[in-house]
């Protein structure tokens, strides 16, 4: 950072890294690292994190809810920031902790205190930080799915756009509905297979139709579960997350991609 | 799912939906068109978000004092001439309907579209007491001349294509001498208008909803595109409206604010054709109007909703915006949710008026992308419904015994970092190793559920966490 006098103490931030970036795909999380640290954070991975809870969320089970959000609420509420690079898990946290312990209030004041400072990955770049990008470059026709709780709970949709703006050799093109779920919902997506894959078809055929060969998101739920439909139907365009590409770290196999053989 | 009209299960039938080829051109064409004509009027009108928060605003504080505002318009009702009934249930409310008909001597009904008298079955009732019923909403006559249940609350028969509406008439209008089958959509409807308006002209008694109430007054108002509801009110010798309890609303001034609203949330236009607001029976002055007004106004079940946590879901204005805008609505079609309200909304009343194990599937059937409450013109938060009713379910034991013990064991572990990262670690590590030459898998055991319809992105290596370790353990 530029003004090291004036801001003598670099913002602490602590990343939620997601159980499917951990689990599927850590390159999203190392780019966000990156990412953060090019913004001038000081970036800390607690080790005590898995997930946020919402699988149990929504699948109705309170009890398994409230216990992984306390422990959310415990590992994460002594940063400054907390950043996660997925609206959904981040709107989790922002919009659905401080309701869930309306009851407790203790609990209600560390879980709104905690929402008070989550952010999205993107939305924390661009709105908090004043993030104008690094010198990353990708070049391809990109196009942007907008995932539904970022989207709707966390309000990111410029954020992202404004981003990928600054990526040299990059072009943006908006697909149709770029705002319609894609069909993910989390444990929907395997409880309701056939409505999940009716929906992913018709999200990759608006996709495909604007020629781009790059689909972005920002979150990996739906990215894996587009990434799947796409190869399933055998259409190529790559997918990534955005993060990946705003870090320069785009340069593997997309998602779902074989690693190239040697 | 079973409800009382149905035993296919939901998975049947959304199965067969997604699979009939006449529903899914009708379903994506109507859908898209709702939803583009709405966002261009909404679009145009700047103070729309406003508008809903006065709307859901005039709900609330009318739901606060409903007895006070049902008896207020009452008294206006009876002021005016007419009668006001009140039923605890569908039954009661169908014995009173039937009792006004036959006190009337009718043989013929005419009925405008009412959800409410869907609700409580209404037409069987009279039909079964040897009336003659007629539906006159263009879409409801349609579903009733093919013997089905509506499939969306204001377009009962968007599942059906014109071809198949052209083959209905063809079969139910040839002995009423129209020989030939019509094809085009002018002259379907102007044959429905023609068989019809021979309906309407002998009709003894006309039934019709209401879209709003009006306690200031007394009124009861009805929007509609095709004027049907007007001739259903005033040709015949008794008007009878059915309504939920729900319906009512202060003053003329609310009214205002509503009908702003609806029109645009509903279909995407600033006003239906059509908005009539009856005040009483024909008074001595009046060129026409009928001789007696009566209205039935419905309870079953909505005064224990007012007392619970789903009483903001009696806001709700039946325009049918969640519907248009929820793509799960729009890939299985209105008959796949069972029961006459169908889509976000349906997901949430039927469980409430059905029972929660009838209908297990509705509220799960959802990626609670959040797009109804966005639409929603009263701001019902209509997935924090679904989800409350995922914890009753849960709390039930409603449901796949499976699924629920796959979610507590994860959560289980998910309580237990440290222990959860080394046993996810293994199979991340045994499936990013047999898939980094493939990329993503085809089919996986106990994969099913996601290799049905889409491949498995394979895990790209170890975990961020492990790599993390690493990382730091090599920094200085």
Same mark, same amino acid.
């Given at each position: ?262 | ?242 309504? =939920? ?62 007392? =619970? ?60 992308? =959040? ?106």
């Amino acid at each position: 950072m530029e003004d090291e006098a004036e801001n003598p103490r670099p913002i602490s931030v602590a990343l939620l890294v997601t159980c499917l970036v951990d689990l599927m795909r850590p390159n999203v999380g190392f780019a966000a690292v990156n990412l953060l640290q090019d913004a001038g954070c000081t970036v800390t991975v607690p080790r005590a994190q898995s997930c946020c809870g919402q699988p149990a969320y929504n699948n109705g089970d309170e009890s398994s809810t409230l216990a992984i959000g306390r422990q959310v609420i415990e590992v994460f509420e002594s940063f400054d920031y907390v950043v996660v690079p997925s609206g959904s898990c981040g709107g989790m946290l922002r919009e659905h902790y401080p309701r869930l312990f309306s009851a407790d209030l203790e609990w209600v004041n560390r879980a709104y205190a905690l929402a008070q400072k989550t952010y999205e990955l993107t939305e924390f770049l661009v709105d908090v930080i004043g993030y104008k990008g690094g010198n990353s470059h990708y070049s391809g026709l990109c196009t942007y799915h907008d995932s539904c709780a970022g989207l709707r709970e966390l309000g990111v949709r410029a954020q992202p756009r404004q981003l990928l703006a600054g990526v040299g050799d990059l072009e943006l093109i908006e697909m149709n509905e770029t705002d319609t779920c894609c069909g993910f919902g989390g444990t929907f997506s395997v409880k309701y297979p056939e409505i999940s894959g009716r929906l992913a078809a018709n999200k990759v055929a608006n996709a495909d139709r604007t020629d781009a060969d790059t689909l972005l998101g920002g979150d990996l739920g739906c990215l894996l579960h587009l990434a799947g439909r796409m190869r399933r139907e055998g259409r190529s365009l790559k997918v990534f997350h955005v993060a990946e590409v705003l870090a320069g770290m785009a340069s593997g196999p997309s998602i779902g991609e074989p690693e190239a053989s040697v | 799912m079973s409800t009382t009209t149905q035993t296919v299960t939901f998975g049947e039938q959304v199965d067969l939906a997604l699979n009939n080829v006449s529903l899914q051109q009708a379903m994506g064409r109507a859908e898209s068109g709702f939803v583009e004509t709405r966002r261009h009027c909404v679009e145009a009108m700047p103070e729309f978000e406003a508008l809903k928060d006065t709307a859901r605003d005039i709900k609330e504080h009318t739901l606060e004092h409903l007895d006070s505002y049902l008896e207020f318009f009452e008294e206006k009702v009876i002021e005016n001439g007419g009668t006001v009934h009140w039923a605890s249930s569908g039954e009661e409310a169908c014995r009173i309907i039937l009792g006004i008909c036959q006190q009337a001597d009718a043989r013929l009904v005419t009925k405008g579209k009412s959800m409410v008298a869907e609700e409580i079955h209404l037409n069987e009732a009279l039909e079964k007491a040897g009336l003659e019923v007629v539906e006159t909403d263009l879409g409801e006559y349609i579903i009733q001349l093919a013997n089905e249940m509506p499939s969306h609350i204001i377009a009962p028969a968007m599942h059906k294509t014109r071809s198949q509406i052209s083959e209905l008439f063809h079969t139910h209008h040839q002995s009423l001498g129209y020989v030939d089958k019509t094809t085009t959509r002018e002259e379907i409807v102007s044959e429905a208008r023609q068989v019809l308006r021979d309906v309407f002209v002998s009709a003894d008694v006309g039934i019709t909803g209401a879209n709003f109430l009006v306690a200031e007054t007394g009124s009861n108002v009805i929007v509609t595109n095709e004027g049907n509801g007007d001739l259903t009110s005033c040709l015949p010798r008794v008007h009878i409206i059915t309504a =939920g309890i729900e319906k009512v609303i202060p003053s003329l001034e609310d009214l205002s604010v509503f009908l702003r609203l609806l029109a645009r949330s509903a279909t995407g236009q600033e006003m239906a054709a059509y908005t009539t607001l009856y005040t009483g029976p024909r008074r001595d002055d009046d060129p026409e109007g009928p001789e007696e007004y009566h209205v039935v106004l419905v309870d079953n079940g909505r005064s224990a909703m007012l007392a =619970g946590n789903y009483r903001s879901m009696l806001r709700c204005i039946r325009c049918g915006a969640c519907l248009n805008h929820c793509p799960v609505y729009t890939a299985i079609g209105g008959h796949s949710y069972g029961w006459i309200y169908t889509g976000p909304m349906g997901a949430v009343l039927t469980p409430l008026m059905t029972g929660l194990d009838n209908a297990y599937d509705l509220p799960n059937a959802c990626t609670l992308n =959040g797009r109804c409450q966005e639409v929603c013109p009263v701001r019902i938060p209509l997935p924090d419904f679904l989800r409350q009713h995922r914890v009753r379910q849960n709390q039930r034991r409603l449901g796949s015994g499976l699924s629920r013990r796959v979610v507590s064991m994860w959560a289980w572990l998910a309580r237990r970092p440290r222990f959860y990262q080394a046993v996810m670690a293994l199979p991340v590590r045994l499936l990013s190793y047999l898939g980094r030459h493939r990329g993503a898998f085809e089919k996986l055991p106990f994969g099913r559920g996601w290799t049905v319809v889409r491949d498995f992105p394979a895990p790209t290596g170890a975990t961020f966490q492990q790599q993390w370790q690493k990382r730091k353990r090599s920094e200085p």
